[in-house]
């Protein structure tokens, strides 16, 4: 499976001092390599659900969740 240009997008975030929290979109559209050459392109749909931290060197996410969202054309061995 080869990832395309992943995108994310809709950036909530929530600031609380030198802490936050995050929910990012994320549209990730992947490539399958198929047999004779051919491929098979199918999309994925997920939040990230982040906690930042501020530190001396910036913001850093201290925990990240990844939360699915939708799915479109995924092979069926994949059961998402």
């Keep these: 499976v080869t990832?395309?240009?992943?995108?994310?997008e809709d950036v909530q975030v929530q600031l609380q001092g030198d802490k936050a929290t995050g929910r990012v979109m994320c549209f990730n559209p992947m490539?399958?390599?198929?047999?004779?050459?051919?491929?098979?392109?199918?999309?994925?749909?997920?939040?990230y659900v982040d906690e930042y931290r501020r530190t001396d060197k910036g913001w850093r996410i201290s925990r990240r969740e990844e939360?699915?969202?939708?799915?479109?054309?995924?092979?069926?061995f994949m059961n998402f």
Excluded: C, I, Y
């Design 3 to 8: 990832a395309q240009p992943l995108r994310v």
């Design 31 to 47: 490539e399958m390599a198929l047999p004779e050459s051919k491929t098979h392109t199918f999309f994925l749909g997920l939040w």
């Design 67 to 76: 939360v699915k969202s939708w799915v479109f054309n995924t092979p069926d």
